[in-house]
Nanobody, 126 residues
Framework: QVQLVESGGGLVQAGGSLRLSCAAS????????MGWFRQAPGMERESVAA????????YYADSVKGRFTISRDIAKNTVNLQMNSLKPEDTAVYYC???????????????????WGQGTQVTVSS
């Protein structure tokens, strides 16, 4: 497994931007698919974006397509989530997660992700 630490959350007005970063340490980062998930109060955790270990496939939830961009930097062992045009409904705790590249679950399915960060709060005011 890898150890994950998120950063970059905060309070922003609607229409603004934030960039979340997730630093990974431990075993070979390049062998892992990476994902961002979020959980709002009283809601189930949901997938936001995910990227395959070799960048061959990227998934975005319909609610964030065209606004969010996931990217990974192998040299720095980080995965980032650039969030633009933020909406109040994007308010949630955002989690970074990792799974081994051989995991059979679809990218959007959190069941395959077995390493999780502690989460970072994103609050979008109207």
């Amino acid at each position: 497994q890898v150890q994950l630490v998120e950063s970059g959350g905060g309070l922003v007005q609607a229409g603004g931007s934030l960039r979340l970063s997730c630093a990974a340490s431990g075993r070979a980062f390049s062998s892992y698919d990476m994902g961002w998930f979020r959980q709002a109060p009283g809601m189930e955790r949901e997938s936001v974006a995910a990227v395959r270990w070799d960048d061959s496939k990227i998934y975005y939830a319909d609610s964030v397509k065209g606004r969010f961009t996931i990217s990974r930097d192998i040299a720095k062992n980080t995965v980032n989530l650039q969030m633009n045009s933020l909406k109040p409904e994007d308010t949630a705790v955002y989690y970074c997660a990792a799974r081994h590249r051989l995991d059979p679950w679809p990218l959007y399915d959190l069941r395959g992700f077995n390493s999780w960060g502690q989460g970072t709060q994103v609050t979008v005011s109207s």
